[in-house]
């Protein structure tokens, strides 16, 4: 009997209407076009608004445009997994909501946060539930809400972060396609230098708080800087070690959109073409969870069975990791 691998079968993506150009936020922060971009390589990010839409809102798009595209039946998906570091709610698990308002009747589903890391993290979680045999489609959801925890006055971090969602299907392989290995860390450290410190249980949202502006990402830019270039490049290089895989045999780079200097970076230490590295910060910005995802499906078209993409990625906590996969179908 053949090895049972985890292979993405079907992808889809959600962008919000409203763009916010780097014109935009020059009315806004001390800031210019050419300063954004020359740091980032951002143009433009898309923010969700609406009255109590928030990442359920995203991700139920998104994973609907994936059910109607590939003619899912959603009955027949086993779990729903949202990774996200903005849930709707405390105490009530995104994913379980999504599940049912796309009719996975027969799913479960759990929220998995690991800040920018969080879908990189849930292709291991996906892998290890269909390499199991006993589940047959599990659908992988990025999504975040990022400018619901934007202070839209601090230039070091509303330039940066965007809105969006994507999603994946994971399916059984046969033919040694889908998930081949993976490096995954974590360095709790991180969580002074990157993060919102108010909302969580250590501090409680209160009235000195929200006055702080604590509810708010804070980074300091340097730090994670100097520890996401270093950190990305280290594991996507022990992957193709790992792996016997040398630059020639990589398709595709699939890195999180955090900033162009970075992705470029990653893309240098495993002496990659520019033409092979995925790229799509300058119109979404930095969406966290949902950067992969949504990368997969803007090069959807040019991706063909069989070709080999090394996924990359770094977040607060600190949490980074690398994943070798080959990709199971032509669009």
Known sequence: MAKITAAITAVGKYLPDYILTNKMLEEMVDTNDEWVTARTGIKERRILKGEGKGTSYMAIKAAQE?????????????LVL????TPDMQAAATAAY?????GATNAFGFDMDAACSSFLFGMSVAARYIESGKYKKVLLI???KCSSMIDYTDRATCIIFGDGAGAVLF????EELGVQDEYLRSDGVGREFLGAKAGG???????????KGEHFVYQEGKTVFKNAVFNMADVAEKILVRNNL???????LAAHQANKRIIEATANRIKLDSSKVMMNIQKYGNTTSATLPLLLADYEKVLKKGDKIIFAAFGGGFTWGSIYLK???NS
């Open 66 to 78: 994936l059910i109607d595209k590939k003619g899912l039946d959603p009955k027949e998906i086993d």
């Open 82 to 85: 949202v990774a996200t570091a």
């Open 98 to 102: 999504v599940a049912s308002e796309i």
């Open 142 to 144: 990025g999504a975040d």
């Open 171 to 174: 399916e059984p392989n046969e």
């Open 201 to 211: 249980s250590a501090y409680p949202i209160s009235e000195d708080t929200f006055e």
């Open 246 to 252: 040398k630059k020639e045999d990589i398709n595709w």
């Open 327 to 329: 990709w199971a179908y």
